[in-house]
């Protein structure tokens, strides 16, 4: 039985190690992220992680490792910024307010299918202009849903999380350690 991660996310990867795992294939999946009309962000965050896990060629016995994580800013879904224009726009729009950040997660193996989704309320502070700017600047909005990482430069603008801190970076890892266990994958050692 083999561990492989679908998943390109360094932070998914490191969160993995966290728990003491090392995948033996990476194989990020190539799938359409675009939300559909209407479709509000959770059940949008749960579709994207199981397509993803849907789309990793494996082996029967192996087990596989998806997770998608999107920024809820009421029903509005704020993926990954194109540019730094819809980062600042982004960045606007949550600041000073809370929003909810949704991570599903995936595990499949064979055609058996275990998943969670794990929400966590954050509030992120009023940026003023120079915070933008120096954010922006940063780069660190790159790739990050929200257009922002907590667990950079943004973290100074978050005073306030309830939940999963490891969820808001990309993979709760109390939860896929649980579904991991449940697909069988021996996380503390034991075969199952
Ligand atoms: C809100 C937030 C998101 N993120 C990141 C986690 C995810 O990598 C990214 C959301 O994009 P995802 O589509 O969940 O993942 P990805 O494209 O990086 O990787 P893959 O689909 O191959 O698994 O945003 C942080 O690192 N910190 C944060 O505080």
Redesign the pocket.
């Known amino acids: 039985m083999g561990l492989i991660l679908?998943?390109?996310?360094p932070?998914?990867l490191e969160l993995l190690a966290q728990l003491g795992l090392t995948p033996d294939a990476i194989l990020?999946?190539d799938i359409d992220?675009d939300p559909a009309r209407g479709e509000l962000p959770r059940p949008y965050c749960a579709r994207?992680a199981r397509e993803?896990a849907a789309a990793v060629t494996a082996a029967s016995d192996d087990v596989v490792l998806?997770?998608?994580?999107?920024?809820a800013l009421g029903r509005r879904i704020l993926g990954?910024p194109a540019d730094a224009g819809e980062a600042a726009e982004f960045l606007l729009a949550l600041g000073g307010r809370r929003h909810q950040?949704i991570t599903a997660v995936a595990v499949r193996r064979g055609d058996r299918l275990w998943t969670r989704e794990v929400v966590t309320a954050v509030k992120m502070k009023r940026l003023s202009d120079a915070e933008l700017n120096a954010y922006l600047a940063s780069d660190e909005w790159r790739?990050?849903?929200?257009g922002?990482?907590?667990?950079g430069l943004?973290g100074a603008f978050i005073p306030w999380i309830s939940g999963s801190f490891t969820g808001?970076?990309?993979l709760p890892v109390a939860e896929t350690a649980a579904l991991l266990q449940a697909a069988g994958y021996p996380v503390y050692g034991e075969a199952s």
């Not at 790739?143 to 929200?146: D, P, Q, T």
Request: glycine share 20%.
């Open positions: 679908g998943s390109g996310s932070r998914r990020p999946p992220e994207i993803k998806c997770a998608d994580t999107t920024v990954k950040v790739g990050k849903a929200g922002y990482a907590i667990q943004g808001v970076v990309g």
